[in-house]
Structure formats: C-alpha cells, structure tokens
C-alpha cells in the first residue's frame, strides 16, 4: 500500500501537530483578547473548544470524535447554546424599557431622580485634590458661604481659613491643592462623575470646570429593603415582580427604565389570557396552519397531475420538464421579489396586462390569495419531482394486475396509485407543511404580511405567519418585546418539533440503526 | 396528437405560460431602458444596456460587492459544511460508539429547529462578540459564516449518512487488512467514492447559503457588506418604480449561473431528492 504511505507515520504525525499548535496559538490569542476586555462567558467558550480540541485529537480512545468534534463545536456554540439562550429568554420580561439588568436599572433611576433644591442654589468652584483625592472650594454665589467638598463629605470652612482668588472665589485653602488650567481642562470626564455629599440625600455636583449646583436626591433606595422612597413626593414603589418599581399605592405608576426579570413564564400564559396578546396571536396562528395546509394541497395537486400528464408518451418531455422545473432552480428570493414587482399597484405588469388598478396588497384576501398563488409556483415543480419518483417506484405488476381484471385507467389511478403515492410521499408532505409553516421569506418579501390594520389598532397584519410575527415582535420598530417572541419561537418549535418526530416514528427512518 | 392527451397538453401549456410569465417580464424589463414595468404592451419596444450599466456605476449600489460577498460566503459555507458534513456521517456510519443512536436522534430534533426561531438570542449574542472581536461580530460576513455553520452538521450528516451507508462495507475491511488506519480509509476509500454526492450536497448547500434572507439581512447593516439577497431587497424595496429595471438586470446577473449549474446537475440533484422518498 505504497499509496497510503504519506498518510502515516513521521510527516502525518507533524502535521497533525503544527495544525493543532496554529489552532491552539489563535484560541489563546483569542482567550487573551477576551479575558482583556472581560468578556468572561467568551473567555469560557473559548478556553473549552481549546481544551476539547487538544483532548480530543491527542487522546487515543476519542476515535469517533476526531470525525465529529468541529461539526459538534460549531453546532453547540452557533445554535444549541442559541436555542438554551432563546429558551430562558422566554422566561423574562425583556423588551423595550426592560432591556438592562436590575443594578444597572437602580443606577440610572437614582441618576435621574435629582433634583436642584428650591431655591437652585449655585456654587463658584475651584477644582483641586486633597490628600491626592478629588476636592474642590466652593464658594456660594448668593452668601458668599465658602465649603470644601471632598468625595466622602463636604465641610463648612470659617472665614480667614481660605484666601480668596482675583474674582472673589475661594482659592486656596490649606491641605487643598487647585488644579493647573492644563489639568482642569483634560479633567472633563471625571468632572460629570465627581459628587461631593452633604448628608441628607444632598450633595453638591459639578456642573462644569467652575460651576456647581446643589442637588437633592429625590429617588432614594435601600438596598435591605429593596424599595425605592421619592422623598420630594413621598411615594414608595416596589418591586412588582415583573421587572419594574411600582408604586405601593397606584400598581399602574411605574418607574422607567425598568430591567428584565424572570417573570414565571408570564410571557406564555399572557399568550392565552391576556386579551392584547391572545388576539393577534390567534388570528396569526389560524391563518399559518391553514397557509400551510392549503399551499401544501395545492402545491400537490398541481404537481401530482403534471407529474400524470408528463409520466410517458408525451412528445417533448424532456423539453417541457427543463421549463417546468425553472421555479425551482431560481432562487426563491428572486422569484418572491420578482413577483411582488408584478403585482405592484403602479408599476406591476399584471395591472398593466389587464389595464385594471387594483391595489392587490392592500386587502386581505387578495394579498392572501397572491401569497398562494406565489407559492404555487415556487413548489409545484418539487411536488412534480418527487411524485415522479414515488409513481416511478409503484410496481408495474400493480398497474397490469389491476388493468386485467378491469380496471380503468382512472380508477387505477385514484383507488391505486394515489392512495400509494400519499403513503410513500407523506413524511415529505409532511416536511413541506412545516417548512411552510416557517416559510418566513415568502411572506416577508412579497407583503410583509401586510396589510396592518393599523386603524383598529392591530398588531399583526392579515397575512402575517408565526414566524414573521415573531420577527415583528422581537426586532420591530415601536416596540420590541425579546421576551414574548421566545416564548412564540418555543411553541412553534414545539408544534413543528412534534411533528417532524412523529412523521419521522411513522417512516421509520430512526429504525435503521 | 391523441384526443385522450389532449388535456395533459392543455394542463402542460397552462402550467408553461404560468411558469414563463415572470421570467418572461424581467428578462424584458431588464432590457428596457425606461426602467419601469409600467409599460402596457408586454412586447419589447426597445433595447438598451443601460440598466446592466446602472447596476455597476452607482456606488450607492455596491452591486459587484454584493455578488462578491454573496459567492465568497456560500462557497466558503458550502466547502467547509461538506467537509463536516462528512467526517460527521462518516463517523455515524461506519463506527459503534456510546451515545451514537442518541446523537442522531438529537441531531434531527436541532434541525427541526430552524436556526432563525433563535434569532433575537444570536442577535444578541453576536452583539457581545462585535464588541472584542469584531470580525467575527454582528455585522460581518464572518460571523454569518460561523452561524451559517452552525446547522451545517444536522443537515448534511443526514443527507450524507443515507448515501455512505450505500457504500459496501467491504471495501474499507479490504484496505483495513492491508493495513490501512480509519483515517486513511477515510481519506483513501471514501472520499474518493463519495465524491460525486459530496459535490451535489455542496452545490444545494451553496444554493441554499446564495438564498438565504433572513439572518443575513439582520446582520449586515453596512451596504458594502451585504450578500445579493439583501442587497436587492433593499434596492427594490427602496423605490420600486425607479430602481425595477436595474434589480431586474441584477437578479438575471445573479441567477442564470444557477440555473445552468442546476439544469445540468439536475439529473444527480433529483436523485438526491427522490430518494427519500422512494426509500420509505
């Protein structure tokens, strides 16, 4: 076997290694790069595809997972951890306004719950350090009152303990060094930072280089607690359990931006109770199971009877069958776009061709029936093609068997060779219902499954699948609720998982192992 | 002509005005140099180029970079998901492990799962990438790629798995006793054998790369990087009067390859088709 000699052995052994090493050189590079910029679940991903990879290719007994281990990385990372992510997702409560976590919530709350004190009180500052900390003197503009605010406190200084600079601010004071105009000037990131607290829920806060207001903290939270008091209003809000702070007296007043919380998979029974929710996803739902059903039928109807008309004897069979099966050789993107021009109210070539103006998009059942019609033919040629292939494969003894004792051709085909092809073709019938019953592209491209009502405040246009209904309510522009779509992609997962495993049980193809 | 076919010519006829109507138009329109559908006589008054001309003498219409992208990305997808798609059937077919039955079992179920229902997940989770590497991040062609891959395994080693298990045991025993190790009866025995299928199962996958809509459109927001697909719909979308004549020169540019490579595969493609279902 002098052919398989450059496969084994020394230069088989070297190459195996140096691929591995350029591997392992870009993982750690990588691993660095993350951890750099804390990006700690990469971190992880990334350090266990290393570390299986070099278990995997140098451990004797992991034969089998030599083949499968970049198909399996590549599946886990890209869509099983994505499914897992989707899954807990439909858990939460994370939509728009809820889109953060709780800290991050709480900081931007006590950010945006300040408020100046009534009479806007307004301090000259000087900016400087003390102890190496961020200090500065503070010179009140109506008293003339001088303070020494520090990041831990702020104190009133006695005249005579400062001197005062040319414009009849606070300069100096001792332990207080001022900053440089070169310091001041490159210190403007820190200055929108810098609070100098004056107890009470006050404090003191930067405006620019040389101003600062007196600011009361209106919001405050106790971490113990978990309630948020506004003290100007003298409300409490608290936790509601669904990712807001609400107010203890008035459940409705909730305070924004709110976080995503786990919600106990309220996102589902909201599905089914509650009234906002239920009804367009009823309606869409409806319409995608009878989309599927009906184009389904269609599709195979039309393909089975080509697939009789060209079975034999037919001049120009080849020929036909080249042209016939054109829609499928296109790409299906093209097609749709190609369609939803012909069907343009002003440009479309079929009002062109019968001189009318309907506007075809713009009501429901016509959009609804184009969608079918547009589907048809994008599918008939496949359901030609393999009804071909499943009358191909009913014996020929049947045909003769049947046609000696009498039978006629037509009732050869309806009582023979129709319930025969429907048992060999069902799980691909099967499989075509739930392909479009996620047929996402079709309707997206050719109605966007308009049109909206948007006059009696619907969500969901009349010909909107789950599936596109689901791209709206994740990624759309008023409002995007992440939460609720996966709790949508889980039920249709579910519907077409069960499915798919049962005509997969009936065919028998997980016997044959 | 027999009187007892007549309707089979008259349903193939039908059927052949139905399936030739839009292409019929666009190859027209692409002609046309008005640029719009509008007109009321579907038969062609003019000739021109000048929608071809548009489509690569705009640079708000990268269309060049759109096909370069679109074919970089599927052969990219194609080559890649083979070669998993191989060794992973390979592995299901011709070794005994623990947990094989299993693995095939839950390979079928993730498939089931169209990688788009956990779109806002890996939306999500390809924004966190951009921010430490964004070339692999929202945005870029090689993130798409790597998503792409990611359901690479569940489809082609099921396709695959059906067709090796075809090849005779024999043949790998035979170069076993000449010495032969796993991997080189992998490389040596199968490769070479399932070559021709591995070439179709490539060809549908770069097809169905060339197609795909949904996630390339919500990851490439640049217009320099999108793949044709999105590229057009975004064109078409944006004005539909003006821009009909160039999109119909650029979807003719970018399917009558595909349609040739197809028709003059078609023989092995419909094989590959109708053999799931005969097989049941």
């Known amino acids: 076997m002098n052919r398989l000699a450059g496969f084994t052995g020394l230069p088989a052994q070297i190459f195996k290694i140096s691929f591995i090493a350029i591997v392992d050189a870009i993982l750690i590079a990588m691993f660095f790069a993350s951890t750099h910029k804390h990006a700690t679940p990469l971190a992880i991903v990334i350090a266990l595809v290393g570390f299986g990879t070099n278990f995997v290719y140098f451990a004797k007994f992991t034969l089998p997972f030599k083949f499968l281990f970049p198909g399996l990385v590549l599946l886990v990372v890209f869509v099983v951890v994505p499914i897992l992510y989707t899954i807990s997702m439909s858990a939460f409560n994370y939509k728009t306004g809820n889109e953060i976590s709780k800290g991050q919530a709480v900081t931007q709350l006590l950010q945006t719950g300040l408020a100046?004190?009534?009479?806007?009180?307004?301090?000259?500052?000087?900016?400087?350090?003390?102890?190496?900390?961020?200090?500065?003197?503070?010179?009140?503009?109506?008293?003339?009152?001088?303070y020494l605010g520090t990041t831990t406190g702020t104190t009133k200084l006695d005249k005579g303990t400062y001197t005062l600079n040319g414009i009849g601010v606070a300069g100096s004071a001792p332990g207080f060094v001022p900053l440089t105009a070169d310091q001041t000037a490159s210190a403007d990131s820190i200055i929108g930072a810098l609070k100098f607290p004056l107890g009470n829920g006050q404090f003191i806060a930067p405006q620019s280089a040389d101003v600062a207001?007196?600011?009361?903290?209106?919001?405050?939270?106790?971490?113990?607690?978990?309630?948020?008091?506004?003290?100007?209003?003298?409300?409490?809000?608290?936790?509601?359990?669904?990712?807001?702070?609400?107010?203890?007296?008035?459940?409705?007043?909730?305070?924004?931006?709110?976080?995503?919380?786990?919600?106990?998979?309220?996102?589902?029974?909201?599905?089914?109770?509650?009234?906002?929710?239920?009804?367009?996803?009823?309606?869409?739902?409806?319409?995608?199971?009878?989309?599927?059903?009906?184009?389904?039928?269609?599709?195979?109807?039309?393909?089975?009877?080509?697939?009789?008309?060209?079975?034999?004897?037919?001049?120009?069979?080849?020929?036909?069958?080249?042209?016939?099966?054109?829609?499928?050789?296109?790409?299906?993107?093209?097609?749709?776009?190609?369609?939803?021009?012909?069907?343009?109210?002003?440009?479309?070539?079929?009002?062109?061709?019968?001189?009318?103006?309907?506007?075809?998009?713009?009501s429901p059942w016509l959009a609804k029936g184009i969608i079918l019609l547009v589907n048809l033919w994008l599918g008939f040629p496949y359901f030609y093609l393999i009804s071909t292939g499943a009358l191909q494969a009913i014996p020929a003894e049947l045909e003769e068997a049947a046609s000696i004792d009498g039978a006629s051709p037509r009732k050869i085909l309806r009582l023979i060779k129709l319930p025969l092809m429907l048992q060999i073709l069902s799980p691909l019938l099967i499989s075509s219902f739930a392909f479009n019953f996620n047929n996402f592209n079709l309707i997206y491209l050719l109605t966007a499954g308009g049109p909206t009502d948007v006059l009696h405040g619907k969500t969901a246009g009349a010909t909107d699948i789950l599936i596109t209904y689901t791209y709206k309510t994740a990624f759309g522009s008023s409002e995007q609720n992440l939460g609720l779509a996966c709790a949508i992609s889980m039920i249709m997962f579910f519907i077409v998982g069960s499915l798919s495993l049962w005509s997969l049980r009936r065919s028998k193809v997980l016997d044959g192992f | 002509m027999h009187a007892k076919n007549l309707w089979k010519h008259v349903y193939i006829w039908i059927l052949i005005v139905f399936t030739l109507f839009p292409i019929y138009v666009v190859i027209e329109?692409?002609?046309?140099?008005?640029?719009?559908?509008?007109?009321?006589?579907?038969?062609?008054?003019?000739?021109?180029?000048?929608?071809?001309k548009a489509l690569f003498n705009n640079p708000a219409v990268p269309y060049g970079s759109w096909i370069r992208n679109s074919v970089m990305i599927a052969s990219a997808n194609a080559l890649i998901s083979v070669f998993i798609g191989a060794a992973s059937a390979f592995a299901f077919s011709r070794m005994r492990f623990r947990g094989r039955k299993a693995g095939l079992q839950t390979l079928l179920l993730i498939q089931v799962f169209p990688s788009f229902l956990a779109l806002a997940a890996i939306y999500v989770m390809m924004e966190r990438v951009y921010t430490v590497f964004p070339a692999i991040g929202l945005g870029s062609l090689g993130g798409l790629l790597l998503i792409y891959?990611?359901?690479?395994?569940?489809?082609?080693?099921?396709?695959?798995?059906?067709?090796?298990?075809?090849?005779?045991?024999?043949?790998?025993?035979?170069?076993?006793?000449?010495?032969?190790?796993?991997?080189?009866?992998?490389?040596?025995?199968?490769?070479?054998?399932?070559?021709?299928?591995?070439?179709?199962?490539?060809?549908?996958?770069?097809?169905?790369?060339?197609?795909?809509?949904?996630?390339?459109?919500?990851?490439?927001?640049?217009v320099n990087k999108r793949t044709v697909a999105v590229g057009l719909q975004q064109f078409v979308g944006a004005q539909f009067g003006q821009n009909w004549g160039p999109f119909a020169a650029g979807s003719l540019i970018a399917t009558v390859p595909l349609v040739i490579v197809f028709l003059s595969l078609q023989r092995f493609i419909i094989g590959g088709l109708t053999q799931g279902a005969t097989k049941g």
Not at chain 1, 132 to 143: M, N, P, R, V, Y
């Open chain 1, 116 to 146: 100046p004190d009534a009479a806007n009180t307004t301090y000259d500052m000087v900016l400087g350090k003390k102890n190496g900390d961020w200090a500065a003197l503070l010179t009140e503009q109506s008293t003339q009152q001088v």
């Open chain 2, 29 to 52: 329109s692409s002609f046309n140099p008005t640029g719009s559908l509008a007109s009321s006589s579907l038969i062609p008054s003019r000739f021109s180029w000048v929608n071809y």
């Open chain 1, 213 to 362: 207001v007196l600011l009361t903290q209106s919001l405050v939270y106790d971490p113990k607690t978990d309630i948020l008091t506004n003290t100007a209003l003298n409300r409490t809000y608290k936790d509601n359990g669904d990712g807001n702070f609400a107010n203890v007296k008035d459940k409705t007043e909730k305070l924004l931006p709110g976080w995503r919380a786990f919600n106990n998979f309220r996102n589902y029974t909201h599905l089914f109770s509650d009234s906002t929710v239920r009804g367009p996803f009823i309606g869409v739902f409806i319409w995608t199971v009878s989309f599927a059903f009906l184009t389904v039928i269609m599709m195979f109807g039309v393909g089975f009877l080509l697939a009789i008309a060209l079975d034999k004897k037919i001049a120009f069979r080849r020929f036909y069958r080249s042209i016939l099966i054109l829609p499928y050789a296109i790409p299906s993107f093209m097609s749709i776009l190609i369609w939803n021009g012909l069907f343009n109210r002003q440009f479309g070539a079929i009002n062109g061709l019968f001189h009318t103006n309907i506007d075809w998009f713009n």
């Open chain 2, 149 to 222: 891959l990611g359901g690479s395994m569940g489809v082609n080693a099921w396709l695959l798995k059906g067709y090796i298990d075809t090849i005779p045991m024999e043949l790998d025993e035979a170069a076993r006793i000449d010495g032969a190790s796993t991997v080189q009866v992998y490389w040596l025995i199968f490769f070479p054998l399932a070559a021709p299928v591995l070439a179709v199962t490539a060809l549908l996958s770069f097809i169905g790369t060339f197609n795909e809509f949904v996630l390339a459109s919500l990851f490439l927001q640049d």
